[in-house]
């Protein structure tokens, strides 16, 4: 089957920091560029953070500095990681991964984050 599935939300203090993983299976994602995407409530869901297979980042103006994006090509499968740190309440969302290039792959359920302020 093939499917992401993201990890490591939760609930937080603003300022805090959380993890958040993605795991693809069933799909090869070696030579793609993979990213994180969010959708907060009411609002259209936005991409934030994009790492190519070669390893270069973009981030979006709004978590630049605050949040790092990762990956392991391991055996098999790839593993993206989100590194959030200073966490805001505005970053409460719904927190997909995705491989814009690879868009037959359907997004997954997504991991919550939530920011208390």
């Known amino acids: 089957e093939v499917q992401l599935v993201e990890s490591g939300g939760g609930l937080v203090q603003a300022g805090g920091s959380l993890r958040l993983s993605c795991a693809a299976s069933g799909v090869t994602l070696d030579d793609y560029a993979i990213g994180w995407f969010r959708q907060a409530p009411g609002k259209e869901r936005e991409g934030i953070a994009l790492?190519?297979?070669?390893?270069?980042?973009?981030?979006v103006d709004s978590v630049k500095g605050r949040f790092t994006i990762s990956r392991d090509n391991a055996e098999n499968t790839v593993y993206l990681h989100l590194q959030m740190n200073s966490l805001k309440p505005e970053d409460t969302a719904v927190y997909y991964c995705?491989?814009?290039?690879?868009?037959?792959?359907?997004w997954g359920p997504g991991t919550q984050v939530t920011v208390s302020s």
């Open positions: 995705r491989a814009p290039g690879v868009p037959e792959v359907p």
């Open positions: 790492i190519t297979s070669a390893g270069r980042t973009n981030y």
